[in-house]
């Protein structure tokens, strides 16, 4: 009976960790991402700002309100404070504390308090059209809110099996969000491949790096002239760009084998396909990847994230306790 208890308050306590963490990266990005919507806006005309908002909400995975009509206080407030959508912020940042309140003998005290400060900060906030004018400095203190989290994380917490956990959520999240927006962004412009990007599309690839917190980093290694072959390799196969998705995936195989080698559980499947995804990330080549369209692609890479996924709850979470005992 003791052993049927044991296992699972360990699945409870990875499920909730794992959640909290995915919910935090997921409240972060869409911040960063509506963040940059807004500064391009100020350098772009109406029209040619109004073309991005349904584009926006795709690579947030939010519906686009029935009648059809937005505009960007009715977006900002959609995405950012709207408690019936589930991927608003308010709503992320509200779940992540739940998952941590319910686990949160397994936290430190400084994790406890951060992410409590965040979300009574975001749940205080107004929607209001006054607020929508000044919205840039919410937007900035989520994520500032939420890389704080992480360090505190990283400075208080005991880097053990719960830190994977933790660790696994945040990156599965951030690879499949990374590979959505790249994919919808290589659809929505096509452009020669190696050809320096000129005028209004300039600032959209500039928003596209951006959206990554990529933006200086790729300058750093390229310069400011922005190409397409260029901002998809660094994007997809970069190593040691924090929001590339190799850089992600680099870090969920890291995260799982950690976790493998910590439990007692079978745990091949979820380190096999991660280990799989990373190796085709290692070894593509960039003008193959465009060659065959670098929307396929991604969609290839979300596609095993999401099986990579599946395996985690299938064999960390939702597993039966005679499979656990067997193990």
Known sequence: MNEHKETTMLSRVADSLYWMSRYLERAEHTARLIDVDLQLRLDQSPEAGAGRWLPLLEALQVPAPEDGRIDATTLTNLVTLDRTNPSSIISCVAAARENLRQVREQCSTEMWEQLNRLYLQVNGTPASEAWTLHSYVFF???????????????????????????????????TDAIARLIGMHFNRLPQPLDQAVESEEYLEWVGLLKSCAAFEAYCKTYTAELRPLRVAQFLLLNPECPHSVRFSVDKVHVALTAIAELTERKADQPVRLAGRLRATLSFSQIDEILAGGAAAYVESVRWQCAQVNAAIHQIYFDYSVESALVA
């Open 140 to 174: 900035r203190a989520v994520q500032e809110g939420a890389h704080l989290f992480q360090g505190v994380t990283d400075s208080t917490m005991s880097h053990g099996e719960g830190w994977h956990y933790i660790q696994l959520g945040r990156f599965v999240e951030r």
